[in-house]
């Protein structure tokens, strides 16, 4: 059974920079499934950060993290990455790390395409 483990969360001041790792265990992620960030603060829906596959390392942002958040993947540890730099009091919440079961489709940030889930890692963002 695949497992997703984040870890790198925490509390920052406005501003201030964070780096999110995924472990995965009990399975590959093969270079054509799609790996993802999706975060979820209170009272308000899970929303996709990032996205990422390794076929060209093509890569998906949010509007919200164009700029600030950079995905890569290390494919050969089968780890995930998340970059945030210049964060802002509305990037708190729990980031999650998903991966994608279908090979070969390109990787938007609609929750429906992730089948593996992690159990999240809090971020917190003070003014």
Request: hydrophobic residues 30%; positive net charge.
């Amino acid at each position: 059974q695949l497992q997703l483990v984040e870890s790198g969360g925490g509390s920052v001041q406005a501003g201030g920079s964070l780096r999110l790792s995924c472990d995965v265990s009990g399975g590959y992620i093969y270079s054509k499934q799609c790996m993802a960030w999706f975060r979820q603060a209170p009272g308000k829906e899970r929303e996709g950060v990032a996205a990422i596959w390794s076929v060209g390392y093509g890569t998906n942002y949010a509007d919200s993290a164009k700029g600030r958040f950079t995905i890569s993947r290390h494919s050969a540890q089968n780890t995930l990455f998340l970059q945030m730099n210049g964060l802002k009091p509305e990037d708190s919440a729990i980031y999650y790390c998903a991966a994608s079961q279908v090979q070969g489709s390109p990787c938007s940030l609609a929750l429906s395409q992730y089948t593996y889930w992690g159990q999240g890692t809090q971020v917190t963002v003070s003014s």
